[in-house]
């Protein structure tokens, strides 16, 4: 079956430091790959997406890379600041079907401190 | 702006009550969708609709119905609430264009005693 597996948080930086949230998948076909972020008290929304391998989606300085031969898509960021403070899912989707179910990983929880 | 409104925050109900958790879009959008939100498990898709009066079971339906008499509207009801059904629910909505990019409500936090 279609899987998401990201790696467990917390996580804690500092401000300023580099951020990798690890993330791969499983899929039967090629799914899209996307980042929601959900900021506390709040639902959630998409950070970024790629619908095919080798893309890089990007936003707010985020980025994560499309890697079919590792069926990966870690989420990376230079310098992170105490804003970025928010819980980060990846998710897969079948690009053009119009029902776009989404199958999300269990999230990973940042805190970035001052 | 776009927007997914819930109708509680919060909600207290007590076991073998009717609980209906309302969600409502105003972008037009075809499809909505409910989840259930649990420490450790991430987001689990309950029901889907993509259409009006259209439902589609996700992966953990039991317990649960919906009801969407307008595109807009999409209902969430727990027939008779139970201690395990204590969440975190979360609405969200998607054109059947850009389907993937579903937009999300800020959640209602269901605690059933």
């Known amino acids: 079956g279609n899987s998401v597996t990201q790696m467990e948080g917390p996580v804690t930086l500092s401000e300023e430091a580099f951020l990798t949230i690890n993330c791969t998948y499983t899929?039967?076909?090629?799914?899209?790959l996307f980042w929601y972020v959900q900021y506390p008290g709040e639902g959630l929304q998409l950070l970024l997406k790629a619908t095919k391998a080798d893309d890089k989606g990007s936003n707010k300085g985020f980025e994560a890379t499309y890697r079919k031969e590792t069926t990966s898509f870690h989420l990376e960021k230079g310098s992170v600041q105490v804003s970025d403070s928010a819980v980060y899912f990846c998710?897969?989707?079948?690009?053009?079907?119009?029902?776009?179910?989404?199958?999300f990983g269990k999230g990973t929880k940042l805190s970035v401190k001052p | 702006d776009v927007k997914v409104t819930q109708s509680s925050r919060y909600l207290v109900k007590r076991t073998g009550e009717k609980v209906f958790l309302e969600c409502v879009q105003d972008m037009d959008h075809e499809n909505m969708f409910w989840y259930r939100q649990d420490p450790g498990l991430g987001l689990r898709l309950i029901y889907f609709?993509?259409?009006?009066?259209?439902?589609e079971k996700g992966d953990i339906p039991e317990g649960y119905s919906v009801s969407r008499e307008k595109k807009e509207r999409f209902s969430l009801i727990l027939e008779s609430a139970s201690t395990n059904q204590t969440s975190m629910y979360l609405c969200?909505?998607?054109?059947?264009?850009?389907?993937?990019?579903?937009?999300f409500g800020p959640g209602t936090r269901l605690t059933v005693t």
């Open positions: 899929a039967t076909g090629y799914p899209s």
């Open positions: 609709s993509y259409d009006v009066k259209m439902k």
């Open positions: 998710a897969l989707s079948f690009y053009g079907g119009s029902q776009g179910n989404l199958i």
């Open positions: 969200a909505s998607s054109s059947k264009f850009y389907s993937y990019e579903q937009y």
